[in-house]
């Protein structure tokens, strides 16, 4: 991995023979482009209906790697500021954060309604049901994010988790329609990632979970899925009302 792309690896100074290169204090790497990007943007010294610098200009201005811009660029997309049309580039289409996050074929507004009708009831039943070979698979799903600095690992292994708490409830249906979400789940993760800071938190909170489907205790992993979920929801209010 670039260390340069790590959460917490510092950032190179300025190269005197470069002053167009601009490396960005550590956030996390995504998260001072994106935070960078969208400065332009609502200042209005990028205009809508301007068209960004290519990744590979962007990365070297920043210091990063391609991989960090496009996650910037696909946070910034989610949050109605920019749009990217293949073989033409990422151009500016909003000023200001819309009112709700465009997670590809679902909205952010689409899972908040839908999730503690799936998630939490799928919880109960996985600490119901789940067998040893399923708790020991979200045992390991849950050390690996609490060790994982890389961003994009983490966001994966995140839908991971909330798949596995589906298959583990025993319900067809539950484990269905969180497969047909994994996708916007870890659009959603990623961006409240790099905007709202959410990755500790959601460990903790995965963490508790964990611990109820682990006691065998269906109402209490019920409540720690039920409050990861309002968490999920404060921050998404959060960064839409900003």
């Not at 400065?39 to 205009?47: H, K, T, Y």
């Not at 500790?200 to 964990?210: F, M, Y």
Request: aromatic letters at 2%; charged letters at 25%; proline letters at 4%.
């Amino acid at each position: 991995m670039n260390l340069s792309d790590s959460r917490t690896a510092g950032q190179p100074a300025s190269d005197p023979l470069d002053p167009g290169r601009q490396p960005l204090p550590r956030l996390s790497a995504a998260e001072a482009v994106f935070n960078a990007l969208r400065a332009e943007i609502e200042s209005g010294r990028l205009d809508v209906g301007a068209k960004l610098s290519s990744e590979t200009t962007l990365a070297h201005r920043y210091g990063v790697s391609r991989s960090v811009v496009r996650e910037a660029l696909r946070s910034s997309t989610a949050l109605g500021l920019t749009v990217t049309k293949t073989g033409k580039g990422t151009f500016v289409v909003a000023n200001r954060v819309a009112k709700d996050l465009d997670l590809g074929h679902y909205s952010a507004r689409d899972l908040t309604e839908a999730r503690p009708h799936i998630e939490v009831p799928a919880a109960g039943l996985a600490a119901q049901r789940r067998t040893a070979e399923e708790l020991e698979s979200l045992r390991d799903i849950v050390v690996a994010m609490a060790a994982e600095d890389d961003p994009e690992a983490w966001v994966s292994l995140d839908s991971c988790f909330h798949a596995a708490i589906a298959r583990a409830s025993g319900n067809k249906v539950f484990e269905s329609v969180v497969a047909d979400i994994r996708d916007a789940l870890a659009h959603q993760s990623e961006t409240l990632n790099i905007v709202a800071d959410r990755q500790l938190a959601s460990d903790l909170e995965h963490q508790r979970i964990l611990r109820a489907i682990e006691s065998g205790d269906p109402a209490g992993a019920r409540a720690a899925m039920g409050e990861h979920l309002r968490a999920v929801g404060v921050a998404l209010d959060s960064i839409l009302s900003q």
